[in-house]
């Protein structure tokens, strides 16, 4: 297959995607605010067990950043290089402050609480959208298609975190 026959990278979000968009910044808002909610519920036990504040950091975090990634794919560019800009900065800053939080509260852990989970859960939720941002800016490499994954996996840490800041903390 030649350059010439590859798939091209929508510079505007159609062809189907702006309704995965939508759909995806209503599904995002949505489980954001119920991690709100069990933050709020169980602030007490979450403040009490370390490591539990800064997951519930990581799960606002990774969420709103694939919440900005998908209102910014919505919003009109006029060039793939200026969306996947966009997508890049939107990303980078999610997946720097998913890390920072999480590395920084390692060592507040006890040692038999130390485990990489959280952290690799906070890397899939954020990680393709920078592979989404270099690639839709490269026009090459799957585009949109890993806004996509972005997507799925930032509401599978949320609903895995949520879970724990909702049921686990109680057992």
Same mark, same amino acid.
């Given at each position: 297959?030649?350059? %010439?026959?590859?798939?091209?990278?929508?510079? &505007?979000?159609?062809?189907?995607?702006?309704?995965?968009? #939508? /759909?995806?910044?209503?599904?995002? @808002?949505?489980?954001?605010?119920?991690?709100? #909610?069990?933050?709020?519920?169980?602030?007490?036990?979450? $403040?009490?067990?370390?490591?539990?504040?800064?997951?519930?950091?990581?799960?606002?975090?990774?969420? /709103?950043?694939?919440?900005?990634?998908?209102?910014? /794919?919505?919003?009109?560019?006029?060039?793939?290089?200026?969306?996947?800009? /966009?997508? $890049?900065?939107?990303?980078?800053?999610?997946? &720097? @402050?998913?890390?920072?939080?999480?590395? %920084?509260?390692?060592?507040?852990?006890?040692?038999?609480? %130390?485990?990489?989970?959280?952290?690799?859960?906070?890397?899939?939720?954020? #990680?393709?959208?920078?592979? &989404?941002?270099?690639?839709?800016?490269?026009?090459?490499?799957? =585009?949109?298609?890993?806004?996509?994954?972005?997507?799925?996996?930032?509401?599978?840490? =949320?609903?895995?975190?949520?879970?724990?800041?909702?049921?686990?903390?109680? %057992?």
């Amino acid at each position: 297959m030649s350059t %010439r026959d590859a798939p091209t990278v929508s510079v &505007a979000p159609n062809d189907g995607w702006s309704d995965f968009l #939508v /759909a995806s910044s209503g599904a995002t @808002a949505a489980l954001t605010g119920l991690v709100f #909610v069990a933050m709020s519920i169980n602030l007490d036990k979450i $403040l009490d067990n370390a490591g539990l504040p800064a997951r519930a950091g990581q799960t606002i975090i990774v969420l /709103a950043n694939a919440l900005i990634a998908s209102l910014v /794919a919505l919003a009109p560019h006029p060039s793939p290089t200026q969306l996947g800009l /966009a997508l $890049l900065v939107t990303a980078v800053v999610g997946w &720097a @402050a998913t890390t920072y939080t999480g590395w %920084r509260s390692w060592g507040d852990r006890p040692p038999e609480h %130390r485990h990489y989970g959280p952290i690799l859960l906070s890397q899939l939720g954020t #990680v393709p959208f920078i592979v &989404a941002g270099i690639t839709v800016w490269a026009e090459a490499g799957g =585009g949109l298609s890993w806004l996509l994954v972005g997507v799925v996996l930032a509401l599978i840490c =949320g609903m895995a975190n949520a879970w724990v800041l909702l049921v686990e903390i109680l %057992r």
